[in-house]
């Protein structure tokens, strides 16, 4: 069979118009060859969402946005979601508007429920949310510190005009003079630096004796210390603090009367007596002194002793009395 012009001219128109709808369809994010599944969500507002745009699924693109429609009544916007994938989505899942990047447009990402075993049908509702974005959240951080920037630029703007106050001509004045006199300060800090230098120039031998002398004082209390750790001190500590105990024993039985020594030193009566001794040892060596001969008799011819005749101060007699 013979093909004529005409039929070859209508084939190709055919196929023109077939590609040019398959092109149109698929240029519109939707291909004629493939089978969809048609999902709705419900926004009150898309924030720049477009047809075609893509929607995914834990990252994976599963579909694109086929038609943006809105309800004239209500004012809410319907989105048409065409999706193609295996993935059991449930009709709890929920879907929302997202921005991927700064150069990207909004997408439509879907976060599944897992536990929800009621699979979505063509033709359902998902539940939509709308997902702040990054220029969103730069915006909700950047207007704070908008605000905490014009704060600071006036308080800069009331100090520096504080500052030209303070400096007026008297001010630059004196700040001139405090400047000068800081820098003769200086000076003569440089200069006493430089002569404590030269001072430990010429003295830096007797520094190091000084220093050696040290190192060696040190190393011998480090000796010292040594030793003292080695000696049994806590032994020396307790026999000191028995004798001592043993030293309060005595003079508590000496102020309580016990013994010879505490009877010496609490008894009233053996004081006197003592006294009263001391006396009368005294008028007997006054009297020895004064009448030799009564105590030692050499008489040749037999001569008569004297008879005692008492001292005029008696002081025995006087305490007798």
Do not use: C
């Not at 100090?159 to 001139?176: A, C, T």
């Amino acid at each position: 069979m013979k093909i004529t012009r005409e039929i070859k001219t209508a084939i190709l128109v055919i196929s023109s118009i077939l590609l040019f709808i398959w092109g149109y369809s698929y240029l519109k994010g939707k291909d004629l060859f493939t089978n969809y599944k048609s999902v709705y969500v419900e926004f009150d507002n898309v924030e720049g969402l477009v047809k075609s745009a893509a929607v995914t699924l834990n990252g994976l693109i599963v579909g694109n946005i086929s038609n943006i429609t809105i309800n004239q009544e209500t004012g809410k916007l319907l989105v048409e979601l065409q999706l193609k994938t295996d993935f059991p989505i449930s009709k709890s899942s929920i879907a929302a508007i997202y921005e991927p990047g700064f150069i990207a447009g909004k997408q439509i990402a879907i976060y599944p429920n897992l536990n929800d075993k009621n699979i979505i049908a063509d033709g359902d509702k998902l539940k939509g949310v709308i997902k702040a974005g990054i220029t969103e959240s730069l915006k909700e951080k950047l207007v704070p510190l908008q605000e905490k920037f014009e704060k600071l630029i006036l308080s800069s703007d009331k100090l520096v005009n504080g500052f030209n106050n303070v400096l007026d001509e008297k001010g630059q004045q004196d700040l001139k003079i405090s400047l000068s006199e800081l820098r003769q300060t200086i000076e003569q800090f440089h200069k006493s630096s430089s002569s404590l230098n030269t001072i430990l120039d010429d003295n830096k031998g007797q520094i190091k004796g000084a220093v050696a002398n040290f190192n060696k004082v040190t190393s011998d209390f480090s000796k010292i210390s040594d030793s003292l750790n080695k000696a049994d001190l806590g032994k020396t500590v307790k026999e000191l603090q028995k004798t001592l105990a043993n030293v309060d024993k005595i003079i508590a039985n000496l102020q309580a009367g016990k013994g010879s020594v505490g009877k010496l030193l609490t008894d009233e009566e053996l004081y006197k007596n003592l006294e009263k001794t001391s006396k009368e040892l005294e008028l007997l060596l006054e009297d020895v002194r004064l009448n030799p001969t009564r105590y030692v008799n050499v008489s040749v011819f037999g001569k008569k002793n004297k008879p005692y005749v008492a001292p005029v101060n008696d002081t025995v007699t006087k305490v007798k009395n």
